[in-house]
Nanobody, 123 residues
Framework: QVQLVEAGGGLVQAGDSLRLSCLVS????????MGWFRQAPGKEREFVAA????????SYRDSVKGRFTISRDNAKNTVYLQMNSLKPEDTAVYYC????????????????WGQGTQVTVSS
């Protein structure tokens, strides 16, 4: 059974930092690209960042470039999202996901999803 478990969300002030983590089990983690997504109230889920299976390449949505960093530790089956200079508009439930079907990982079409972790940024 594939499981993705996010952690690290919370309530912070604008300008603060948070580090999200996602522990993956039930699949060969090092083989697959991973992504972070978010969904704010009343909005559709959106792509935030993704990383290749090796960690050599990454991709970000424009609004988080220079502030967020995605990384992975294949020995620990964990993917991270370091979020700096947080803004109120970053408030959302953040989800990690694994893409096992192949093809480009710069997409919203992922195969396995975590339950999400709430990030709230106050102004």
């Amino acid at each position: 059974q594939v499981q993705l478990v996010e952690a690290g969300g919370g309530l912070v002030q604008a300008g603060d930092s948070l580090r999200l983590s996602c522990l993956v089990s039930g699949l060969t983690f090092r083989r697959y690209p991973m992504g972070w997504f978010r969904q704010a109230p009343g909005k559709e889920r959106e792509f935030v960042a993704a990383i290749s299976s090796s960690g050599a390449t990454t991709s970000y949505r424009d609004s988080v470039k220079g502030r967020f960093t995605i990384s992975r530790d294949n020995a620990k089956n964990t993917v991270y999202l370091q979020m700096n200079s947080l803004k109120p508009e970053d408030t959302a439930v953040y989800y990690c996901a694994a893409r096992t079907r192949g093809g480009s990982y710069v997409t919203t079409e992922y195969d396995y999803w975590g339950q999400g972790t709430q990030v709230t940024v106050s102004s």
